[in-house]
């Protein structure tokens, strides 16, 4: 069963939201690593935020939290996201426009009205 | 006539920090800052007692004068004064009595009377006749911070005084005089002098670390008088002049694994010197000792349990400050305009009077100067080429079977450090620790000069060591290491069975 995940104001990256649910969890890196079938040095990688990962759904279900929760922290360009910015030169200028602003992404999510998932 | 004059006094802060700047010939000029750091550290070590050589023929400056300062059209005396210093109060007429004592007794007495000197021995500092940078060759008792784990790269030297041979454990420390030697030369020789003792080699001077680092290549020029200072090529041949191979262990490609070899360095008495950038240049440090804090930082967290992720204080040998400065280690994660580093925060004095010298409590952010660590430089014995990065490996290895070993409820509970040791010295510290029956193990354990040793703990409780040949590389990791483990050493009566079981797999010693 997933959870709603509250985090503490220190873990703000993917990398520190994974380490401190497994630590929670009172989940050695190495038993994450294995459940995710990935190796202990790539785990330990994703947790320093220097790699991405598609295992992504593998790691929410160990973590028993909403694989949705976990992508939205995920701050690191995917190469998929890249190629479809490439193909869409619009959304580089709206990323300009929206850094002018100076508006949060929260901000950005409550003028949208979209309910933050 | 040469003639040497002992005398001793009262100590006091104001009058010894008077009486070493008057020494160096300056009794005009503001008080040097590593004057005041000096006579501030001996007040918090304890000091009641200073007795003041006159004429001490100090070899490490005597090469300094010889390289530059003989050569100069008004050179300065070839001697130091030499300042010992005591935490026991003793007059001037009891030291008489001391040293006849000391004279006339047999040798049982006399070393007793030296033994009970040496407990109340705080180290020395010699002063140079160099006005501006008066502070030579000084070995002082490290200053404990009271908190749990120090750890200290120091070494045991013996003093003479006349005819008393007392006993100091320390690191040597020298402020760069800036014709012989730069920070950079001070920092390697702290860290030489350490190791070559160690190895029963006579530890080099200023002098001859200035002119090994600048034999092959000078990227700034003349290397005496020494206002360049040195970068890390050059620091490299000054320590493999000295017989030792320069780790070399940079601080940018994963900040993790560096911390894991400064500790592992530390660990295994290996003084590093440590090169810093900072906004007006670069400057470098002798790192001599660490504490731990109580948690782990999660940026210095690796695949293996390491407790060098707790290391957040460490002490260094600064020449612009003095010995054991303490410094706190800030690893900061990557962001969009920067790569993650560390930076090393060195507490620096409060004020104009220097009243915080030596540094009390926890410092404020502004009395700390903050550098980017470059790189690490350990000066091994020249055998040793199996590298710290590679203990992880081997922890890395074997951490399956580690945490399948303590089962899944203890797992979490596991830690390993990294250190190297003279196998001697290592299995002579087994005793006490692996109890009866282990003739057999110490009768087929066949290790090199200096074990590579990947110990486990489970909570603070020593569990195994596994204990590697450094005299090769780690080449294949589908043996789990097997070519280079030499013996398994379990610490923990409850795992006896399944350390040994995996001992026998390899096959290796075990106790």
Redesign the interface.
Known sequence: MTKKLQLPAEVV?LG?AI?WLR?ER??????L??KVNV???F??DL????RNTDKLTEIAKALHVDVAELQRLDGRLTADMKDWIAANPGIVALLKDIRASGRSAEELRSAFGRKRR | MVENRIVAEAFNVEAFEKLLSKAAGNDKTPVVNQVRYLARYCDRLGARTIVCEEHYIDRHFLDEHALFYSRSLQPPPNHVRRFHVFSREFSDAQLSELLEESASAAGQTSRQICDDLSRAYLGFISIRPLRSVPVGRTILRRLEDGEPRDIWATGTHDVHLANLTLTIDGLAFQQQDRAVGACATAAVWSALSRVSRHEGMRAPTPAEVSQAAGRHVLPNGRIVPAVAGLNVQQLCEAVRSSGFAPEVVRADERPEFFVVALHTYLLSGIPVVLVLLGHDGDHAVTAVGFQSAAAPHPLLQTSVPVRSARMSKIYIHDDRLGPYARSFLHPLPRTDDFDECLLLAIETPRDAHGDELVGNGTPRAEDREEWVLDSAIAPVYPKLRLPARSLITLAELLGDLIEHIVGPENATKLGVEFYFERSGSYLSKLSGRIGLGCAGFLRRVALPRWCGIVKWFLDERPLAEFVYDTTDILRDEHLLGAELLRAVVCLDSRYRGDFQQIASIFPVPST
């Open positions: 990256t520190d380490r630590e009172g989940m050695t890196l190495r038993a690593a294995k190796t202990a040095p785990l330990s947790e320093h935020n220097r």
